[in-house]
């Protein structure tokens, strides 16, 4: 039976991964996940398959902060900008706000990377524990005052 559900599980994450490349915006993995989850917890005494765990899946928060554009910074303007905040406090300031609108960004980034694994893929504990702890670092992160 399972494996029944994971072949036509297969072929619709296939054809959605493909609609997900070529649009920006991507909700077919989120119907994927919420029609493959709910046909295998329906009745399951596991909570953590009963949707709590899952939350972090469908919040749209992490796409809009994924879709925001990244500053992209070299290795030479870090270290520049490092031996100058030393001493200057307006810059340790200045570097702290960059780190905390920039950090949410791209945690949120590699949130959605995981997404777009396949489910069988995200169930391994393993890789559900980064997914975790990315998104914990990213809503910590996230609702800290500037």
């Given at each position: 039976?399972?494996?029944?559900?994971m072949?036509?599980?297969?072929?619709?994450?296939?054809r959605?991964?493909?609609?997900?490349r070529?649009?920006?915006?991507?909700?077919h993995?989120r119907?994927?996940?919420?029609?493959?989850?709910?046909?295998?917890?329906?009745?399951?005494?596991?909570?953590?398959?009963?949707?709590?765990?899952?939350?972090?899946?469908?919040?749209s928060?992490?796409?809009?902060?994924?879709?925001?554009?990244i500053?992209?910074?070299?290795?030479?303007?870090?270290?520049?900008?490092?031996?100058?905040?030393?001493?200057d406090?307006?810059?340790?300031?200045?570097?702290?706000r960059?780190?905390q609108?920039?950090?949410?960004?791209?945690?949120?980034?590699?949130?959605?990377?995981?997404q777009?694994?396949?489910y069988?893929v995200?169930?391994?504990?393993?890789?559900?524990r980064v997914?975790?702890?990315?998104?914990?670092?990213?809503?910590?992160?996230?609702?800290?005052p500037?």
């Amino acid at each position: 039976m399972l494996g029944s559900a994971m072949r036509s599980f297969g072929g619709r994450f296939g054809r959605a991964l493909s609609a997900c490349r070529s649009e920006p915006t991507c909700d077919h993995r989120r119907t994927i996940w919420n029609e493959f989850n709910a046909s295998h917890t329906k009745g399951s005494n596991n909570s953590n398959s009963a949707g709590g765990e899952h939350d972090s899946f469908y919040d749209s928060t992490v796409q809009e902060y994924a879709m925001k554009p990244i500053q992209v910074l070299t290795l030479r303007q870090m270290l520049e900008f490092g031996y100058k905040a030393q001493t200057d406090k307006a810059k340790q300031l200045k570097s702290a706000r960059y780190v905390q609108t920039e950090l949410p960004r791209r945690l949120a980034r590699r949130l959605m990377d995981l997404q777009l694994l396949p489910y069988i893929v995200v169930t391994n504990p393993h890789i559900r524990r980064v997914y975790d702890a990315y998104y914990h670092a990213f809503q910590t992160l996230r609702v800290q005052p500037p």
